[in-house]
């Protein structure tokens, strides 16, 4: 059996980690950061949570725009472009939104690096499909990539963000739908 985990990278001591922790009982969290589970939900997980929710949906329209203009090359390209964007961007606003002393949400530099690693990584997984060269069979597994996406955005939102898992699915999707309807429209203009 699988075994659900989730990689949040943080900093502790001023040395990077990645820490897994078990979706369904959120166990490590505590005992390696010190922290009660509202403390590492306001740090860790709702920063991961609005990079992962950026970068997925708002590298959806400019992807699938250049895949059905160009091709897959330049899909790639532009994914990773805007992803890595996107991730330098959402992590900048996130780490000097509030240096944490305003809302108590811990140290900005250390929100603004989940932010900013959720946000690639969330822009760029549905990228990397258009790294196969014919642009019908990168777009299929694109359109599969980008719903293990968002499955598991309203999965991590379910666990730690307490939303009923339909509720969730229906407005991660109904969001990435729009957004990449905006891409296919203007790759078909």
Partial sequence: MLRDT??????????????????????????????????????????AMVGLIDGTVSTLAPIFASAYLAGSREALLVGLATALGAGISMGLSEGLSDPG?????????????????????????????????NV?????????????????????????MRVPLGVSLLQVTLGGALVAGVGIALGHA
């Fill in 6 to 47: 989730l990689f949040i990278l943080g900093q502790s001591n001023f040395k990077s980690v990645a820490i897994s922790i078990d979706m369904r009982t959120g166990q490590a969290l505590h005992a390696r950061l010190g922290i009660d589970e509202r403390s590492f939900v306001l740090r860790y997980v709702q920063p």
């Fill in 101 to 133: 002393t305003v809302t108590g949400r811990g140290r900005g530099r250390v929100r603004g690096t989940v932010t900013g690693v959720a946000t690639f990584i969330g822009g760029s997984l549905h990228a990397l499909p258009f790294l196969i060269p």
């Fill in 136 to 160: 019908q069979h990168a777009l299929a597994v694109a359109y599969v990539v980008v719903s293990i996406e968002l499955v598991t955005i309203a999965l991590i939102r379910k666990r730690f």
